[in-house]
C-alpha cells in the first residue's frame, strides 16, 4: 500500500474537552503526531476552571487514516471528543455556488426597467439585431460546465448527480481565478447523439462551452460535433487544459536539462482523452517521437485493437510500458498508481523528466526516484511541480470570451502554454520550479491575452 502524505484532501474538525490540567493538551498534540496526523489550527472555544473546550484541525491521508487519528484521540484518559466533523463534506454543505443578482431593485422603477415592460424593448432589440445578445445579456461571460457523470475525476462513471460537486468546483474556479461565470450541467444521459443535441439547444444561454468528466473516445465525438456546429467555443478540459499545462511544463523541463522538443523521445502512459490530446499538442509544438501507451503496452501497428484516435499515434516498436521507457527523455503519466517502477525509471536516458500526473496516487511516488530524475512534477499539490488545469481553462476561456470566439484553435492551446511557461524568470527556474503557482495572479491574464491574439490570429475571433 502506497503511504501518502496528509492532505486538506482529508480535513478533520475535532471539538474536545479536557480537563484545565498543565500538559493536557500535549498528549492530545501528542497522540495526533503518533498516528501520523498533520495538526492545524487549534482554537480555545470554552475556558474555565475546570475544563477546556477547544477545536483542532487535522489532515489525514485518507478516511481509514482520519478514523486512527480519532481512534488515537479518543483512547487519552479524560479526553472527551465533542465532535467530529469532516471538513471536506461541510464545504461542499448545501453546495459551493450561488447565482446572485448584479444589479440591486430598491424601487418600482428599478424593476419596470430590469423586468417587464422595460424588458420587453431589450428583447425586441436582440430580435432585430442577434449579436446584442452578447451586450444585454449574461451570454458575454457565461460558460456552461457541462458532464455526462461517466468519467468523473479518477472514480470512473458515478454519474451525473455523483459528478455534480466537481462541476461545482469548477464553476467556483472560472469565477475565482478568471472572473467566468460558470453554471454546472450535469445531463442524465450518457448517450452521444443526445448529449450533442442537449448542449445545442441550451447554447443560446451561453459564451461557452466547457466538457467535462466524459469517457474515451465519446468525448472525441462529442467535442468534434459540438465544435462543428455551434458558432461558440468548445473546450474539453480534460484534453486540452491538461495538454497545455503539460506542455507549459515540458517546455520549461527541457531547458533546464538543455535538450530540444524535437530532439527527445517522449512516452505518454494513458491514450484515453488527455493522453492523445498531449500527444497532439506536442506534436504540433514540434516533438517528432511520441510513443503512446495504454493499459496493453505500446500503441503499435502490430496491435488490431486501436481506435481511431490511438491509430494516428501507432509506431513500429512494439511491447510494454517498461520498454517503451528504456532510452526515454520524458515519461508523462495520466493513467493509473503505481505502475512505474525505480527500475524502469533508471533505464531512461540521461537526465530523465517525468510527470506522474495520476491523482491521487501517481505512477511513481517521488520519493522513490529523487535520486534519478532531473526533473519531477505531479498532478498533486503536496510535492513540487503541479500540474493542475487550472492554470490554462479559466484564461482560455477569458480570452475566449473577450473577443467572442467562434472556436478554440490548436493555435490558441499552443500560445496558452508558452504564456504559462513564460512566467517562469530564468532566473528562478529550477527543478522545483517549473510551472507558476495557481495562486500566481499573472496567469489567468497572461492566458487570456495569448488566446485572444491567438485568435485574431486564426480569423474565429469576432469582436
Known sequence: MTNLNPTASYS????????????????????????????????????NLKITQREITIEASSEEHAETIVSAVREIPNVKILKVSDRTFELHRKGKITVQSRLPLHSQGDLAMAYTPGVGRIC?????????????????????????????????NLGPEAALPVMEGKAMLFKEFAGVDAFPICLATQDTEEIIETVKRIAPVFGGINLEDIAA?????????????????????????TAIVTLAALFNALKLVQKPLEGVRIVINGAGAAGVAIAALLRNAGATTIWLCDSKGLISHSRTDLNPQKQAYAVSASGTLADAMQGADVFLGVSAPGVVTPEMVRSMNRDPIV??????????????????????????????????????????????????????????????????????????????????????ERVSHAVASAVELAAREDGVAVQ
Open 12 to 47: 478533520l474538525a475535532l471539538t474536545i474537552e479536557l480537563p484545565n490540567i498543565s500538559g493536557t493538551l500535549a498528549n492530545v498534540t501528542q497522540a495526533i503526531a503518533g498516528a501520523q496526523g498533520s495538526l492545524g489550527e487549534i482554537s480555545l472555544i470554552e475556558h
Open 124 to 156: 425586441k432589440a436582440i430580435a432585430r439585431d442577434p449579436a446584442e445578445v452578447y451586450n444585454l445579456t449574461i451570454k458575454h461571460n457565461t460558460v456552461a460546465v457541462v458532464t455526462d457523470g461517466s468519467a468523473v475525476l479518477g472514480l470512473g
Open 217 to 241: 473516445p465519446r468525448c472525441f465525438e462529442i467535442e468534434k460535433r459540438l465544435r462543428q456546429e455551434l458558432d461558440i467555443p468548445v473546450f474539453h478540459d480534460d484534453q486540452h487544459g
Open 355 to 440: 510527470f506522474a500526473m495520476a491523482n491521487p496516487i501517481p505512477e511513481i511516488q517521488p520519493e522513490l526516484v529523487m535520486k534519478d530524475v532531473a526533473v519531477m512534477a505531479t498532478g498533486r499539490s503536496d510535492y513540487p511541480n503541479q500540474i493542475n488545469n487550472v492554470l490554462a481553462f479559466p484564461g482560455v476561456f477569458r480570452g475566449a470570451l473577450d473577443c467572442h470566439a467562434k472556436n478554440i484553435t490548436e493555435h490558441m492551446y499552443l500560445e496558452a502554454a508558452k504564456a504559462i511557461a513564460s512566467l517562469v524568470n530564468p532566473s528562478q527556474l529550477n527543478a522545483e520550479h517549473i510551472i507558476p503557482s495557481v495562486f500566481d
